[in-house]
């Protein structure tokens, strides 16, 4: 299992960027896929991206083309970079390993107003 911690999130107009950022401990980061997910207020936990150990990614639909999932393995850390953002990507977001059954963290709240 991994510990988690997010940080990076704020509040940005739309049209904006965030970079956010996931610092995991614990385990052996480099082999485990990760992934950002976020939640809405009164919406369930959805996946937001993903990156394989090897580096492969994957997007849902509505992020596809603004945000970019990438790892630092030698930091531990794994980023999210949201460009173009808009304010139906207003949620929590939080990060996680899949498959490790880790915690999930506190996430970190993005903002984006009209």
């Known amino acids: 299992q991994l510990q988690l911690v997010e940080s990076g999130g704020g509040l940005v107009q739309a049209g904006g960027s965030l970079r956010l950022s996931c610092l995991a401990s614990?385990?052996?980061?480099?082999?485990?896929?990760m992934a950002w997910y976020r939640q809405a207020p009164g919406k369930p936990r959805e996946l937001v991206a993903g990156v394989t150990s090897g580096g492969r990614t994957n997007y849902a639909d509505s992020v596809k083309g603004r945000f970019t999932i990438s790892r630092d393995n030698a930091k531990n850390t794994v980023y999210l970079q949201m460009n173009s953002l808009k304010p139906e990507d207003t949620a929590v977001y939080y990060c996680?390993?899949?498959?490790?059954?880790?915690?999930w963290g506190q996430g970190t709240q993005v903002t984006v107003s009209s």
């Open positions: 996680n390993a899949p498959g490790t059954g880790s915690s």
């Open positions: 614990g385990s052996i980061f480099s082999i485990n896929a």
